[in-house]
């Protein structure tokens, strides 16, 4: 979340952005205002009244030392006191209310950020390779992968329902596959520690990073005790929350850890999309990024993430382009996102692969993640940065649809070959 000073400070900053985040501020700003107006009023009621107060201690201290009556002024002191709590506990459930307030606000973009209202307004970066050429119509990976035999949707659909897949020998190694290849490259190339985390997680965890209690309808929710669990979205939540409520050694900064989990996602408003094959699901397998930064390094990191993303679609040979997300179509609780957008030829258009982000301090605000800076005596929020690298099931889908040959098997890419034990995937005999 935002600082709450600087959102007193700059409501109409808050208010544009806002908008052009395609949001209503009206609510939440007009609410914002008031709150803080009454705040102000009780705090300053709460001075006045102890400035009082002291007068009369001090008028009381001299009746004493004349023996005089101070009874009055006595009783006098006990009401102003009274008074004095009254205004400071309204101040208190008022702060409360804005804090309450200040989730429902997003973050504020940077400078850098296109501003648009949908995805048409995003802005390409750079573009890496060229598209295959294929001498007869390319497949969508739904086909391709029923035909061989390696990914079972129907069976999926049984044993779970909709938007669950099972995949079958080849299909299941490739997917081991790609998240042995990209955490290797990521810890032996790119310098990221790997960490295994769980895949539930309180929902202090949730709030820390934004998923609560905006985004509660797209969480799968885990009865525990008297308590809930919540299954992990991405790695990005337990990797980041690591650090909640810690105060880190700036000489660590910046930090970089990489861990593939599943994710799992109820893609709540999200039905009649992606229906057909394995783009959109309830659960896939992801190689996360996660960076913590000093505030003054944080761009320069979120570029070498994004490049440590696009390194791994390099050596498997994919064509992809990187677009700068504008303002509209930008996540609530980032300041700049960069999409990796990969090429599927079966489908004849551009996917995202990979979207990274630099959350400015936004998330460690929430988790309460500091560092402290060299030669001085208070600690600052961090940076944390979070991208895929990358998403398995689409890695998946962009190998499948990208290296598939006329007689409808598919060459595996010399940088997987290693892993997977075979150049090429044929049809699975039953």
Known sequence: ???????????????????????????????????????????????????????????????KKNKQDAAALIEETKTLREQIQEHEKAAEQLDAELRGLLVGIPNVPHASVPVGSTAEDNKEVRCWGEPPKFDFAPKPHWELGEALGILDLERAAKLTGARFAVYWDLGAKLERALANFMLDLHTREHGYTEVLPPYMVNAESMYGTGQLPKFEADLFKVPHGDKNLYL??????????????????????????????????????????????????????????????????????????????????????????????????????????????????????????????NFEAYQARRANIRYKPEGKGKSEFVHTL?????????????????????????????????????????????
């Not at 501020?25 to 205002?33: D, T, Y």
């Open 232 to 357: 992990i979205p991405t790695a990005e939540v337990p990797v980041t929350n690591l650090y909640r409520d810690e105060v880190l050694d700036a000489a660590r900064l910046p930090i970089s850890i990489t861990a593939y989990t599943p994710c799992f996602r109820s893609e709540a408003g999200s039905y009649g999309k992606d229906v057909r094959g394995i783009i959109r699901q309830h659960q896939f397998q992801k190689v996360e990024l996660v960076k913590f930064a000093r505030p003054e390094q944080s761009y320069d990191e979120l570029e070498k993430l994004t490049n440590n993303a696009e390194t791994v679609l390099q050596k498997l040979g994919l064509h992809y382009r990187v677009m700068a997300l504008c303002t509209g179509d930008m996540g609530f609780s980032s300041a700049k996102t960069y999409d990796i957008e990969v090429w599927l030829p079966g489908q004849q258009l551009f996917r995202e692969i990979s979207s990274c982000s």
């Open 1 to 63: 979340m935002l600082d709450l000073a600087f959102v007193r400070d700059n409501l109409p900053l808050i208010e544009r952005e806002m908008r052009q985040r395609r949001l209503d501020p009206s609510e939440i700003i007009g609410r914002f205002g008031e709150l803080d107006a009454h705040r102000r009023k009780a705090i300053t009621e709460a001075e006045n009244l102890k400035a009082k107060r002291n007068r009369a201690s001090e008028q009381i201290a001299q009746l």
């Open 386 to 430: 979070n991208g895929s690298g990358l998403a398995i099931g689409r890695t998946w889908v962009a190998i499948v649809e990208n290296y598939q040959q006329a007689d409808g098997s598919v060459v595996v890419p010399e940088a997987l070959r290693p892993y997977l034990g075979v150049e090429r995937i044929t049809a699975r005999k039953s």
